[in-house]
């Protein structure tokens, strides 16, 4: 029952008889409420670039000292897609795999009332991303229906074939395109 100033509770007594008595009693809400901000590393983001949205808790320690300073935290983010991490007051962001503005949002609560907040970053990922030269395995051999990227810069895709096929007398290749 939630309880506001100057309420009256009847108190009956028995002793010898039963007597009813209005009695005032104030009962004050001691759980104080996380107050907090989000703060982004940065409010426009590129998507490669690992950035961080942190929690500052301006009340923590009055929350502590009433004794209500364990705290649950539940992050969420919309607008874009990302690859994220959460750890309580901090949210990683790692990769994003879209543009557009992105909305990270933040409830805490103490076991009082749950107080959320959020923070809008904008995504712009870049046009391309860096081709990454790599290394074949030892022993990397295709697969059947295997994709090959092909390099911006030159249009060209590289299939690798390192090692041997027993028993194999032919190989195929088969290579599609699009019309250019």
């Keep these: 029952?939630?309880?506001?100033?100057?309420?009256?509770f009847s108190v009956k007594v028995a002793a010898g008889g039963t007597q009813t008595i209005d009695v005032p009693l104030t009962v004050l809400n001691t759980v104080p409420d996380p107050e907090f901000t989000l703060v982004p590393s940065t409010t426009s983001w590129d998507g490669r670039q690992t950035m961080t949205v942190t929690a500052n808790i301006s009340n923590l320690a009055a929350m502590q000292s009433a004794g209500f300073g364990t705290l649950n935290y539940k992050w969420n983010v919309s607008g874009v897609a990302v690859i994220k991490e959460t750890n309580?007051?901090?949210?990683?962001?790692?990769?994003?795999?879209?543009?557009?503005?992105?909305?990270?949002?933040?409830?805490?609560?103490?076991?009082?009332?749950?107080?959320?907040?959020?923070?809008v970053i904008n995504v712009q990922e870049p046009a391309s991303d860096p081709w990454a030269q790599r290394t074949p395995d030892a022993n990397e051999k295709p697969v059947n229906k295997q994709f090959f990227s092909r390099d911006p810069g030159t249009g060209l895709g590289t299939i690798h074939y390192r090692g041997t096929q027993s028993g194999a007398t032919d190989v195929y290749l088969k290579v599609y395109t699009t019309d250019t």
Aim: a positive charge; hydrophobic letters at 30%; proline letters at 8%.
């Design 1 to 8: 029952m939630a309880v506001g100033p100057r309420k009256f």
């Design 88 to 119: 309580n007051g901090t949210l990683t962001l790692t990769r994003s795999q879209g543009s557009g503005p992105l909305t990270a949002s933040l409830t805490i609560d103490n076991g009082g009332t749950p107080v959320s907040q959020s923070v």
